[in-house]
């Protein structure tokens, strides 16, 4: 008798497989006709000038990073809203308490000045 994951062991090598032969095809029947231009790293437009390489200073990475906290958070808060009146007061304290450690998040990254862009 098969185990209960044998199926899916099966399609796991199959889609395996089915990449590698692809990928491998892809390799042996395309068109190699390398040149300077084609190699370059634009192949239209203005010829790239200096570095591709840019220092980004820290704060953009931490900004991004707590728009996507808080906006996930909207994730969390839009269906709770939705439902809150069946969901009773046990919802509504658990819900305060997620709130309140977002907003002791915020409150911290206002601090620490990770919301100025000065």
């Known amino acids: 008798m098969m185990s209960a994951y044998a199926a899916v062991y099966a399609f796991a090598l199959m889609g395996a497989g089915f990449a590698a032969v692809v990928l491998i095809a892809a390799k042996v029947f395309r068109p190699s006709v390398p040149y300077a231009r084609k190699e370059s790293t634009y192949e239209c437009g203005i010829p790239a000038v ?69």
């Open 50 to 118: 200096g570095s591709s390489e840019v220092k980004l200073n820290i704060r953009f990475h931490a900004f991004a990073l707590l728009f996507v906290l808080f906006d996930v958070e909207l994730l969390y808060v839009y269906p709770w809203a939705v439902a809150a009146r069946e969901l009773g007061r046990v919802a509504l304290l658990e819900m305060g308490a997620f709130l309140a450690v977002l907003f002791l998040g915020l409150a911290f990254a206002w601090r620490k000045g990770a919301l100025s862009w000065e």
